[in-house]
């Protein structure tokens, strides 16, 4: 049993398998449609098993449809995903560093409130001791609640403009990721046609090859002994 691998979506391959064969192993439930979207598998298709993970155990790949790559292709998709987690290691880098820095200023900020809070405060007393008058007291505290409030809605604007700017730094990633994604398909495709083609003319050479060698052969050709080995080869 192999375990299912991360998957794409594919809209021409998808939904469940019609027919009741095949089944996955531990439910006997009829299998998922699903593309691979990871490593040396990407891209080829398979029938997994329906159960997800949050609901039971999944018993993974079902069966294969397609056979696995040919090693240039294998080798292409390898390369082409370890600059991918190179790239996105650095984002998760420069991410923690954000945090961080994020982190250290909402404290910064706690501390900087409350030794304002504690400066008005004393503030005040100063100006009551040396007043001494009810309504001086009440007019030095309405003003003190007021600049209070004032500073405040100053804090939580800042603040909110901090965790919107990393919203929209997250909505980036998402979208370099998904980009990511849909260019290491379209090289995988590229490749794939590529060595489709490097086969095909491989396949004409043999045939131009067999076809001048058995003319030789045909016209009594003095090397014939060489001849019928070089024919051998070709036919293994």
């Known amino acids: 049993m192999q375990e299912t691998p991360d998957t794409t979506v594919e809209p021409l391959f998808c939904g469940q398998l019609e027919l009741s064969e095949p089944t996955c192993m531990m439910h006997h439930m009829r299998p998922i449609k699903c593309v691979a979207f990871e490593g040396t598998l990407t891209g080829r298709r398979f029938y997994g098993c329906p159960v997800q993970q949050s609901e039971g155990v999944n018993c993974g790949v079902t069966e294969w449809v397609n056979k696995p790559w040919h090693p240039i292709l294998q080798n292409c998709l390898s390369r082409l995903w370890d600059m991918y987690h190179e790239q996105n290691c650095g984002r998760v880098v420069d991410k923690q560093k954000y945090e961080k820095h994020l982190a250290k200023l909402k404290t910064e900020n706690d501390k900087l409130c409350i030794e304002y809070t504690k400066l008005v405060q004393d503030v005040s007393k100063m100006f009551d001791w040396q007043d001494g008058r009810v309504g001086h007291m009440d007019n030095q505290k309405a003003v003190e609640e007021e600049e209070f409030e004032k500073k405040k809605k100053e804090v939580e604007e800042r603040a909110r403009l ?65 001849l019928e080995k070089i024919k051998a080869i070709l036919d293994s």
Request: glycine share 2%; hydrophobic share 30%; with cysteine.
């Open 162 to 226: 901090e965790v919107q700017m990393e919203k929209l730094k997250l909505a980036k990633e998402q979208r370099c990721i998904l980009q990511s994604q849909a260019d290491i398909i379209k090289n995988t495709r590229k490749a794939k046609k590529e060595v489709e083609q490097e086969r095909d003319f491989l396949k004409i050479e043999k045939a131009k090859l067999e076809h001048v060698v058995n003319e030789l052969l045909s016209d009594g050709h003095s090397s014939k002994e060489k």
